[in-house]
C-alpha cells in the first residue's frame, strides 16, 4: 500500500494564479482532511471530509475549496493564490471519527 | 475542543527513558488524549490516543491521571530517531469526523 500520496511535492505560483492539489488514499478510508503548517508552527485545519460526498470547513478555509471525488481522492484548490498562503500542505486519512490519521507527505507550496 | 499545554523544548539521553508531560486542565468527559509526532518536514506521525485507562503500544505508553486533566507520554528507550516535535492533542469524537487541533508541541532532542 502507498498510504496517502500528495501531488505535486512542490510548487512555485505567482499571486493571482490557481492551482489544485492532489490527495489520494488506498487504504480505504472515511475520512479526508486538508491541513496546512506554516513556519515554524503546528498544523491547522483547513477543511475536511467524514466521507465520501461531504466536505466540511475547518480552522482556516478562507481561500481554498475542496471536492471529494470519490472515496480514494481529496483535492484541494486554491482559486487565486495569495502570499499568505505559502505554506506547507497535508493530507491525511482516517478510517472513521476516532483514532489514528495517516498523513500524506506534503506539497510545498510558495506565492510570490 | 479543550487546549493543551506542553513543554517547548526537551533534552534526553539516547537509551533513557523518555517522559512527556502534557497538561489540559479543561478536556471534557468526551475528549480523546491523542500524541503525534513530526520528524524534520515529514507528515506528523500517529503515536498513541487513549480516553480515560493507559495504554499502551510498540511505540509508547500514555498515562492519563485520574482527574484526566494531564497526561505523559513515554517512550521507554530513547534513540536519536525520536528526535521530532511532539504533539499532544485533545480531541472530542464527532459524527462528522476527527479534527485535530495542533498546538506548538514540544522539540525533543535525543542525545547520544
Known amino acids: 500500500n502507498a498510504g496517502v500520496t500528495q501531488t505535486p511535492k512542490f510548487q512555485v505560483l505567482k499571486t493571482g494564479q490557481s492551482m489544485t492539489l492532489q490527495c489520494a488514499q488506498d487504504m480505504n478510508h472515511n475520512s479526508m482532511y486538508w491541513y496546512r503548517q506554516d513556519p515554524g508552527m503546528g498544523l491547522r485545519l483547513i477543511y475536511y471530509s467524514a466521507s465520501e460526498g461531504t466536505t466540511d470547513k475547518g480552522e482556516v478555509p478562507n481561500g481554498y475549496n475542496v471536492s471529494r471525488l470519490n472515496k480514494r481522492e481529496f483535492s484541494l484548490r486554491l482559486e487565486s493564490a495569495a502570499p499568505s498562503q505559502t505554506s506547507v500542505y497535508f493530507c491525511a486519512s482516517s478510517v472513521g471519527t476516532v483514532g489514528e490519521q495517516f498523513f500524506g507527505p506534503g506539497t510545498r507550496l510558495t506565492v510570490l | ?112
Open chain 2, 1 to 112: 475542543d479543550a487546549k493543551t499545554t506542553q513543554p517547548t523544548s526537551m533534552d534526553c539521553a539516547e537509551g533513557r527513558a523518555a517522559n512527556l508531560p502534557c497538561n489540559h486542565s479543561t478536556i471534557s468527559g468526551n475528549e480523546y488524549v491523542y500524541w503525534y509526532r513530526q520528524i524534520h518536514s515529514q507528515g506528523p506521525q500517529y503515536i498513541i490516543h487513549g480516553l480515560k485507562n493507559n495504554e499502551t503500544n510498540e511505540m509508547a505508553s500514555l498515562i492519563i491521571t485520574e482527574d484526566r486533566k494531564s497526561s505523559t507520554l513515554i517512550l521507554p528507550h530513547a534513540t536519536l530517531r525520536d528526535t521530532a516535535v511532539y504533539y499532544c492533542i485533545v480531541s472530542r469524537v464527532k459524527a462528522a469526523g476527527n479534527k485535530l487541533t495542533f498546538g506548538g508541541g514540544t522539540r525533543v532532542l535525543v542525545k547520544p
